[in-house]
Each structure stands twice: as C-alpha cells, then as structure tokens.
C-alpha cells in the first residue's frame, strides 16, 4: 500500500476530525512494542480511532479548524485518538492504558474546540458515555410513571389494609 504524502494524510485527517467533537494526544516515547499494540487493540475494542502522525500533519490538520488549539500540544512523539461516536472514549482507555504504562502519558486533548490538560482529560473519561446517557434518561422518563402508579394504587390500598385491620378486630373479639 502506498504512503501517503503529508499533505494528503493531513487532509484526510482534517476530515475526519471534522466529524468529532473531541479527540485525546498522547504521548507514546518509550513504550515496548508489546504495550503498543496492547493500546491499539484496546483502542479498537471501543471503536476509537488512534493513529500516530507526524507533528507537521497533526498541526496542518488542525490549522483553521475548531481543534486549532490542539497545536500547542504538538511537540515530541504524539499519537491521536478519537472516536466519532463516543467523545469520552478515547480518554477513558488513555487514561486506563495510561495507568499501567509507565511510558505512556496523556498530553492533552480538544473538546469542542477547548484545550484539555491530562486532568481535563480525567474529566472527560469520567463523562459517561451515550449508552449510559440514554440508560439515565429512560429511568428519569420512567420515574413520573412509576410514581403515578404508586398513588393511584395508594387508596385502594390503605382500603384494603383498613379491611383487613376491621376483620382481624373482629375475629380478635369473638
């Protein structure tokens, strides 16, 4: 397969962060190719996209878009990492990946177009995700329904528990 010149990666990479809201660098100087690997697979596992570019790409990538301050991260070894669906993603297994080894560092990342130093990126990994979203959203749109049903079967209810309390009364009398 051919490689491609820089300026056609940068455009390609222009493109496909046009799509996303939010994307994490990495530093990865150091690591063994093992743990390389071991963080792509990882990476791939939750649909994020990494790749390592030169700086030169990433910068003419960047320049004129909304990840524009992204630039001032671009110094030393740098990988990429994005998913166009889950914005928090990509910082999660940053950050988990990161834990483990000791090699690999989060610089930085973008969020709609606001620099992140690595505790903003913590911040973002701790988001949750769209799943967790829409799980959190059905329950709120199920409490009013679980609690409507809950005072319409009040009444009958405490009748019924009256009833009960009335005929034990009775037979206690007996």
Same mark, same amino acid.
Do not use: W
């Given at each position: 397969?051919?490689?491609?010149?820089?300026?056609?990666?940068?455009?390609?990479?222009?493109?496909?962060?046009?799509?996303?809201?939010?994307?994490?660098?990495?530093?990865?100087?150091?690591?063994?190719?093992?743990?390389?690997?071991?963080?792509?697979?990882?990476?791939?596992?939750?649909?994020?996209?990494?790749?390592?570019?030169?700086?030169?790409?990433?910068?003419?990538?960047?320049?004129?878009?909304?990840?524009?301050?992204?630039?001032?991260?671009?110094?030393?070894?740098?990988?990429? &990492?994005?998913?166009?669906?889950?914005?928090?993603?990509?910082?999660?297994?940053?950050?988990?990946?990161?834990?483990?080894?000791?090699?690999?560092?989060?610089?930085?990342?973008?969020?709609?177009?606001?620099?992140?130093?690595?505790?903003?990126?913590?911040?973002?990994?701790?988001?949750?995700?769209?799943?967790?979203?829409?799980?959190?959203?059905?329950?709120?749109?199920?409490?009013?329904?679980?609690?409507?049903?809950?005072?319409?079967?009040?009444?009958?209810?405490?009748?019924?528990?009256?009833?009960? &309390?009335?005929?034990?009364?009775?037979? &206690?009398?007996?």
């Amino acid at each position: 397969m051919p490689t491609l010149s820089k300026h056609e990666q940068s455009a390609k990479l222009r493109e496909e962060l046009s799509g996303v809201s939010a994307f994490v660098l990495v530093d990865y100087t150091g690591i063994t190719v093992a743990e390389a690997s071991d963080v792509r697979n990882k990476f791939r596992d939750a649909k994020c996209r990494y790749q390592v570019y030169k700086n030169s790409v990433v910068h003419y990538a960047v320049t004129g878009t909304k990840h524009e301050p992204a630039a001032a991260l671009l110094k030393g070894m740098t990988g990429i &990492a994005f998913s166009p669906e889950d914005p928090g993603a990509a910082a999660r297994v940053a950050r988990d990946f990161a834990k483990d080894a000791k090699n690999f560092k989060v610089k930085g990342g973008i969020i709609d177009g606001q620099m992140l130093d690595a505790n903003g990126v913590n911040r973002l990994a701790d988001m949750p995700g769209p799943r967790e979203l829409k799980a959190q959203f059905l329950a709120l749109l199920n409490t009013p329904a679980t609690s409507f049903v809950r005072v319409l079967n009040a009444g009958p209810q405490s009748f019924l528990y009256l009833l009960n &309390a009335r005929k034990d009364q009775l037979a &206690a009398a007996s």
